[in-house]
């Protein structure tokens, strides 16, 4: 099982980025899939999710401004992430999970400078 992150970069604040995560090894229509980040001396922290018949979630801190969005069909997650502050900045992690079972993909750096 392999969970491929892509798309992380410098923006400026007020900037887009996208970021897209390739999961390959199985099926993962079961799984929730979705992105986690950690910032510098912080906890990861659960960014956004997608579950199949559910709503997406989003944290607090970013609804409004990103939008998950998942093709079951390629198993890829994809997190398009506007209006970035630099509070924003933090290593992005891919993550799908079907109770017990966690995978992670490595992370991508987003740095969002004011």
């Known amino acids: 099982v392999q969970l491929q992150a892509s798309g992380g970069g410098l923006v400026q604040a007020g900037g887009s980025l996208r970021l897209s995560c390739a999961a390959s090894?199985?099926?993962?229509?079961?799984?929730?899939m979705g992105w986690y980040r950690q910032a510098p001396g912080k906890e990861r922290e659960l960014v956004a999710s997608?579950?199949?018949?559910?709503?997406?979630y989003y944290a607090d801190s970013v609804k409004g401004r990103f939008t998950i969005s998942r093709d079951y069909s390629k198993s890829t997650v994809t997190l398009q992430m506007n209006s970035l502050k630099p509070e924003d900045t933090a290593v992005y992690y891919c993550?799908?999970?079907?109770?017990?079972?966690?995978?992670w993909g490595q992370g991508t750096q987003v740095t969002v400078s004011s």
């Open positions: 090894g199985r099926t993962f229509s079961s799984y929730s």
């Open positions: 993550n799908a999970n079907f109770r017990v079972i966690v995978h």
């Open positions: 997608l579950t199949s018949g559910r709503p997406p």
